[in-house]
């Protein structure tokens, strides 16, 4: 957490596909924070992904990790582009610059909530009784493993391989902060890991259990990946936070996603020492660019994750509120009310005047919203 302050710097990275969209939404709500707040944030926009490779060659240029370096915290919509996916031979790709971020900001511990909301219980893939108190934190390690061990393809192209790496430092550290989460929580934790199989998973494992120990009042649990996988379908309420490494916290996440009704509510942080990052956990979409019919939710509360990193506990609150306001009046867009949805912009403007005014009911804000309307045309 950091210490505050009346200027917040933002390096503003919106990114491909849809990711231009959301952002413009979860600005709008941090406008409202600072028209009601009194906070100045200072937003720097930087190419980023293939929109980056389009101008500038490379997804993440210097000046763009200059401007991440020198800011208080980063937002980011998405970033990749269908172009670089069903080609394998192509050398520079988008995900390549947001690793590279990863790297560059330190930021080890990604935190990804998992929260049901009421009114959406019956959109759920699951049955409503199985989704019962759902309330997930997922720690996933973001700056180690196959993510970014050595890669080699032989001349002839037969053979590849992708190392995966840990050390006690990397895994120390994550998981202090996850044990630390578990206390303020429902002090639960659960390390998912493959240590039947893998080296890395065992050092995990033991980390983990010598960690446990100065956590006595967090019921520390073990679970190979496999059965956490099936687990969160069959009894997701079981887990309360889950530590978790790079890439089994890539796949868990999306699944655990879509317990909520879509992947377009998750937001994400991820932290590190020094810096700060505030993205959802979902793709660019590159079918839904320019439709208005992507979710900003999730970008929003991410921007509630934020205000959280600045101990701005009451902006973040106020920002979950207005959430749970729009998401319990059905104000939402077509992948949780695809008959009668609103669009991406609608639902950030009803979100920014509600977390400008709290006392505003849902039919004002909605009259506000359509007298804006008004005076634009
Ligand atoms: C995520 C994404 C990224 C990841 C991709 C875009 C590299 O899926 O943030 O979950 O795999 O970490
Ligand atoms: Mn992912």
Not at 150 to 172: F, Q, R
């Amino acid at each position: 957490m950091k210490a505050r302050k009346d200027i917040y710097q933002i390096a503003v990275l919106s990114g491909d596909g849809i990711g231009p969209e959301i952002v413009e939404q979860a600005v709008r709500t941090l406008k409202a924070i600072e028209t009601r707040f009194g906070h100045t944030f200072q937003l720097n926009y930087v190419d980023f992904g293939a929109v980056s490779i389009d101008h500038n060659g490379i997804p993440f240029t210097d000046q763009a990790r200059n401007t991440c370096l020198a800011s208080d915290a980063v937002l980011l919509g998405a970033i990749g582009d269908p172009k670089y996916d069903n080609d394998p031979t192509i050398k520079v790709r988008p995900e390549q610059g947001l690793l590279q971020l990863r790297k560059d900001l330190g930021l080890y511990s990604n935190i990804r909530p998992l929260k049901i909301y009421d009114s959406l219980k019956e959109i759920s893939p699951l049955k409503m009784e199985r989704i019962e108190n759902v309330d997930i934190e997922m720690y996933r390690e973001l700056t180690g493993g196959i993510y970014f061990g050595e890669k080699s393809l032989n001349e002839e192209g037969t053979i590849a391989s992708d190392l995966c790496t840990y050390s006690v430092m990397e895994i120390e550290r994550i998981a202090i902060k996850a044990f630390e989460a578990a206390q303020k929580r429902s002090k639960k934790i659960t390390l998912v890991d493959k240590a039947n199989v893998l080296e890395t998973s065992r050092l995990w494992r033991k980390v983990v259990q010598r960690l446990s120990v100065n956590y006595l009042d967090v019921e520390t649990k073990y679970m190979f990946i496999d059965n956490a996988a099936m687990q969160l379908i069959v009894n997701p309420s079981q887990f309360d936070v889950i530590l978790t490494e790079n890439l089994f916290g890539d796949i868990l996440s999306d699944e655990a996603s879509v317990i909520s009704g879509s992947i377009g509510l998750l937001p994400s942080a991820s932290i590190g020492d020094n810096h700060a990052l505030f993205e959802p956990i979902h793709g660019s979409y590159p079918e839904a660019k320019g439709k208005g019919i992507a979710n900003p939710i999730a970008t929003i509360l991410s921007v509630a994750m934020m205000m959280d990193y600045f101990d701005l506990a009451e902006e973040a609150e106020v920002i979950r509120v207005a959430v749970e306001q729009v998401v319990n009046a059905k104000i939402l867009t077509p992948d949780l009310n695809e008959r009668d949805c609103f669009s991406t912009q609608l639902v950030g403007e009803i979100i920014s005047y509600l977390v400008e005014d709290s006392s505003l009911s849902i039919e004002c804000s909605f009259e506000k919203m359509r007298s804006s309307l008004l005076t634009i045309i």
